[in-house]
């Protein structure tokens, strides 16, 4: 005949005997007890910390929950986490209570939820530091190009001076015809004055077309050319060292 229970007892899962309702280990068989999974804790966990590893550790699988919280910042663990919740959602509790236990201290799950929010919070800050650090960064490498390719240019304007000690009116003056006028960040122009003007397509960026840099020429006590290439419509964080006012 079984024994009836108080409100306090519980009957232990290996041997049978009544013991305390919270006891996690039989005091007369010495087997530990299994937790039951609560199906609701265990999606909620799933869903808003699986990312983490929330779930694993409330499982009581703490080496899957740390790989979790590792490698979360892949996007990995979310994916096979979603994977997982379906699957929960799907899976009856006695299915759910067959294979898992609760083995998870809530301590631990609150640390990995603190850590998990720290971490996304820094990585928030570093992308939101790095990505226009980096947008920028390209930008200038791409502007760089378009203030190379007027190297054939200065060099040009500079012969035509020496040799008549004027800067030409335009393209047509120069020995053997204009440069290029084509790069693949713009469009490079001869006005007045051997004054350059370079102006930038949509390659840089969208924001960036029709934005200029100018080239002005000044004659050096030598008597050669010398460039100065702050002026025009660009923003100086976008301009090599050399070409900012």
């Known amino acids: 005949m079984e024994a009836t229970l108080s409100a306090d007892q519980k009957v ?26 609560s199906k609701a804790v265990l999606l909620l966990l799933t ?26 910042w892949t996007g990995i663990p979310a ?13 009856s509790s ?22 998990g929010l720290l971490g996304v919070m820094v990585i928030g800050i570093i992308a939101a ?8 960064f390209t930008v200038r490498a791409k502007v760089s190009e378009g203030i190379m390719g007027t190297m054939p240019w200065r060099e040009a304007v500079a012969d035509y001076y020496a040799k008549t000690k004027r800067a030409p009116a335009s393209a047509n003056e120069l020995p053997g015809g204009a440069p290029g ?9 001869l006005g007045s004055g051997g ?9 840089v960026g969208g924001r960036f077309a029709g934005k200029t840099i100018v080239f ?5 006590p030598d008597g050669g050319l010398s460039w100065s290439c702050t002026a025009g419509t660009l923003e100086s964080r976008y301009r090599p060292a050399s070409c900012r006012p």
């Open 12 to 37: 232990c899962d290996a041997c049978g005997q009544p013991i305390h309702a919270r006891a996690e280990i039989c005091p007369k068989c010495g087997v530990r007890q299994h937790r039951p999974v």
């Open 47 to 72: 869903f808003f910390g699986g990312g983490i590893g929330a779930h694993k550790f409330y499982l009581g699988k703490y080496w899957q929950g740390a790989l979790y919280l590792i490698f979360f």
């Open 79 to 91: 994916l096979v986490a979603l994977i997982e919740f379906i699957i929960y959602a799907f899976t």
């Open 94 to 115: 006695e299915r759910l209570n067959e294979k898992y236990t609760a083995g998870g201290s809530v301590l631990v799950i609150v640390i990995v939820l603190v850590l």
């Open 129 to 136: 530091v790095a990505i226009p650090a980096y947008q920028d």
């Open 181 to 189: 006028t084509q790069t693949r960040s713009g469009t490079i122009a």
């Open 195 to 203: 004054v350059l003007t370079v102006t930038l397509n949509d390659s």
């Open 216 to 220: 002005q020429p000044s004659v050096n």
